[in-house]
């Protein structure tokens, strides 16, 4: 399976990886300037998210893996080598593919990530399962509400929040209407110790405490990172302030390996 798509643009390749509240259109308001700064910009859906389905006839012969399918993205476009910007869940997806394929990737920004094999705190726990619990009940519509008020901070503006509900339940409704679970293929817990790549780790002072703390880490478990904490942010600060947060980004693009500066 190919994932869903747009590539706009020529120069440098930049990837944009979505949150898993969000799909490929949370970088709308990132695109253009990216683009338009002088790289190739490509961004994608995840399986389950927006124009991506989850496949109706799943094979058991053939699991898949995330970053397996961001890496086979990349092959089917030619791309040998990638700057990443992601978010959230995007972001673990991203420091697998780092560490697994580290040639790939030439810098990672990234905005309140997960990490793989990261076991969730109390509060993360708390969310899951009441999220879990409305939507056995079937109440989506609280179902998105809750995440809309568990990921955005206080700068997000009512429109932020529509768009962040329409993306979350668009998603919902694309998981929910899969027939059947696909496998995920177990490729073992990646070492992080082969990224290479220089890493801006971002973080939110209003977001839960697991993704504040993988940010703050990743310095000690990466020697090429440095971490930004944002005062005014929640977990999905280019959402937020996306202007800002796109200065920042081209900032970190345009100089890696230097110090990125952020208010």
């Known amino acids: 399976m190919t994932l869903s798509h747009d590539v706009d643009g020529a120069g440098p390749a930049v990837l944009l990886l979505h949150s898993s509240v969000c799909?490929?259109?949370?970088?709308?308001?990132?695109?253009?300037?990216?683009?338009?700064?002088?790289?190739?910009?490509?961004?994608?859906?995840?399986r389950g998210f927006g124009e991506t389905p989850v496949p109706e006839r799943p094979d058991p012969e053939r699991p898949y893996s995330e970053a397996r399918d961001v890496r086979d993205l990349l092959d089917g476009l030619g791309v040998q080598q990638v700057a990443?910007?992601?978010?959230?869940?995007?972001g673990r997806v991203a420091l697998e593919v780092a560490a697994r394929w580290p040639d790939r990737v030439s810098a990672m920004a990234l905005l309140c990530p997960g990490i793989p094999g990261h076991r969730p705190g109390p509060e993360l726990r708390a969310f899951?399962?009441?999220?879990?619990?409305?939507?056995?009940?079937?109440?989506?519509?609280?179902?998105?509400?809750?995440?809309?008020?568990?990921?955005?901070?206080?700068?997000a503006d009512d429109a932020t929040r529509n768009r962040v509900r329409?993306?979350?339940?668009?998603?919902?409704?694309?998981?929910?209407?899969a027939t059947a679970d696909v496998p995920q293929l177990d490729l073992g817990e990646p070492?992080?110790?082969?990224?290479?790549?220089?890493?801006?780790?971002?973080?939110?002072?209003?977001?839960?405490?697991?993704?504040r703390q993988i940010a703050a880490?990743?310095?000690?478990?990466?020697?090429?990172?440095?971490?930004?904490?944002?005062?005014?942010?929640?977990?999905?600060?280019?959402?937020?302030?996306?202007?800002?947060?796109?200065?920042?980004l081209v900032d970190f693009l345009r100089r890696p390996s230097g110090l990125a500066s952020a208010g």
Do not use: K
């Not at 990172?225 to 977990?235: D, K, S």
């Open 23 to 46: 799909d490929r259109r949370m970088w709308d308001p990132q695109w253009l300037t990216l683009r338009d700064a002088g790289y190739q910009v490509i961004r994608c859906d995840f």
């Open 84 to 90: 990443v910007v992601a978010a959230s869940h995007g």
């Open 128 to 155: 899951a399962r009441r999220e879990d619990e409305l939507i056995e009940a079937g109440d989506l519509a609280a179902a998105v509400e809750l995440n809309v008020a568990t990921w955005l901070g206080p700068e």
């Open 166 to 177: 329409d993306m979350q339940r668009h998603a919902f409704e694309v998981q929910l209407a």
């Open 191 to 211: 070492d992080l110790g082969q990224i290479t790549a220089p890493c801006l780790a971002v973080s939110g002072r209003h977001d839960l405490p697991d993704f």
């Open 217 to 248: 880490r990743l310095p000690e478990l990466l020697p090429t990172a440095r971490h930004v904490e944002l005062p005014w942010a929640g977990h999905l600060p280019s959402l937020e302030r996306p202007a800002e947060v796109t200065a920042l």
